[in-house]
């Protein structure tokens, strides 16, 4: 069967950002992230082309339950037209950072609260994006 092809710019954009990431010939709209080869790290690079092509954040998206490009590309599209719901919205910056170098994102115990991090931010370069 073949594979569907991308019906909007961003399904297009993201085609193309995972086939760079995942070093893939194909990749489906419907395909899981973690099924085609993904992994976390990977999904943190995913994300950070994604914020450079788009020159902006987006939330990043929720590794437990594996983006699609179709699912990906309509939280982005949602969010530039400032329709995104409430409960994508859940990473923080912690500190800005240079935009051109590799964020770092922590993540918390599960309590919901990066003030937990405070300590950690005043001790790293401030040139390093970080978000938890």
Not at 22 to 28: K, W
Not at 60 to 72: C, N, Q, V, W
Not at 100 to 121: E, I, M, Y
Request: no cysteine; aromatic share 8%.
């Amino acid at each position: 069967m073949k594979p569907q092809e991308p019906a909007t710019e961003t399904q297009r954009t993201l085609v193309g950002i995972w086939r760079e990431v995942l070093q893939a010939g194909q990749v489906g709209l419907d395909d899981p992230f973690f099924a085609v080869g993904g992994d976390s790290l990977l999904a943190l690079q995913v994300y950070d082309r994604i914020r450079l092509r788009y020159g902006r954040e987006f939330p990043l998206f929720d590794l437990s339950a594996p983006p699609t490009i179709r699912s990906l590309a309509a939280v982005i599209d949602n969010e530039l037209a400032g329709t995104l719901r409430n409960e994508y919205r859940s990473l923080q910056r912690l500190q800005t950072g240079d935009p051109s170098a590799a964020p770092l994102f922590l993540v918390h115990g599960g309590d919901g609260n990066a003030r937990v991090f405070q300590r950690l931010v005043k001790n790293l370069d401030p040139r390093l994006p970080l978000y938890a």
